[in-house]
């Protein structure tokens, strides 16, 4: 199953339509979207299942059927992949679209590229054939779990700063 989420806050019509396409193209209908739909003006999908919002707990049960996890560029949706192991295909908002403030997806899409289990469509023409590419053959898992928590080292520093004022010194 595909779990295609874009987060609570706005919708990404471009993401969901290309999800759309790929799947009447692909005759692939088993997946299932969390849309953020603000108002009626938004585009709807009409080959797979969808929802506006998902409360937590059906949001994680979904995540955790997934063999494949399809999802705007967010930062909440990455940990939750990197911390349970699952494939992740990205697709960054873009600033001059208005689908974000500025261009942060675009970054933290192009870092997280680097990481095995993670693969990036740039836009919406190259996500179909990526989604070709990892439901032929099953996608590789994430290889190495995230921790939940920050790293030892990094809430040291902060509390350092914190309590003495002193900044990380990596001398």
Do not use: C
Request: glycine content about 6%; overall charge negative; aromatic content about 10%.
């Amino acid at each position: 199953m595909i779990f295609a989420t874009v987060g609570h806050e706005l919708r990404f019509d471009r993401l969901i339509k290309g999800l759309d396409d790929w799947a009447f193209a692909s005759g692939n209908d088993d997946i299932f979207a969390q849309v953020a739909e603000l108002g009626d003006n938004g585009y709807s999908p009409r080959n797979f299942e969808w929802q506006s919002f998902l409360d937590p707990d059906t949001f994680k049960s979904n995540f955790e059927k997934a063999d494949l996890i399809v999802a705007h560029a967010g930062m909440g949706t990455i940990i939750t992949a990197l911390t349970m192991k699952k494939p992740l295909l990205i697709m960054p908002r873009k600033g001059d679209l208005k689908e974000t403030r500025n261009d942060h997806q675009i970054a933290t899409a192009e870092q997280f590229a680097k990481r095995s289990g993670i693969y990036v469509a740039e836009d919406e023409v190259a996500l179909g054939p990526l989604l070709d590419k990892l439901t032929a053959n099953p996608a590789p898992t994430i290889s190495e779990a995230a921790s939940q928590f920050a790293e030892p080292e990094l809430i040291k520093t902060i509390r350092d700063f914190i309590y003495n004022g002193k900044a990380y010194d990596n001398s």
